[in-house]
Nanobody, 122 residues
Framework: VQLQAFGGGLVQAGESLRLSCAAS????????MGWFRQAPGKEREFVAG????????YYANAVKGRFTISRDNAKNTGFLQMNSLKPEDSAVYYC????????????????WGQGTQVTVSS
């Protein structure tokens, strides 16, 4: 499975962005997936996760109520809707799939996209 994350950009605080994670291969529909972000000099941190069926979703406290994770298995695509963006949300955002273990542990993901830059100006 190959993942490609896109949709990042430069926005002002309070604005919204929608990230997409496009996957090759039909196996994606059976994988739990997650979004992580990494700012310069910081470790990769968990943002949100979603089960393969979309039945379960998980969020980091920092984004809860502002971000929404979703997926469309028919289109092999995952999404991260980001509203009310803040400067501290600026980072490279990565999508991961095929999880073993906790959603919040990046080490448990088998496949990763290349990342997309999100920059939020104040």
């Amino acid at each position: 499975v190959q993942l490609q994350a896109f949709g990042g950009g430069l926005v002002q605080a309070g604005e919204s962005l929608r990230l997409s994670c496009a996957a090759s291969g039909r196996a994606f529909s059976g994988y739990n997936m997650g979004w992580f972000r990494q700012a310069p000099g910081k470790e990769r941190e968990f943002v949100a996760g979603i089960s393969w069926s979309s039945r379960n979703t998980y969020y980091a406290n920092a984004v809860k109520g502002r971000f929404t994770i979703s997926r469309d298995n028919a289109k092999n695509t995952g999404f991260l809707q980001m509203n009310s963006l803040k400067p501290e949300d600026s980072a490279v955002y990565y999508c991961g799939a095929d999880l073993s273990g906790a959603y919040s542990d990046y080490r448990g993901y088998r496949y990763w996209g290349q990342g997309t830059q999100v920059t939020v100006s104040s």
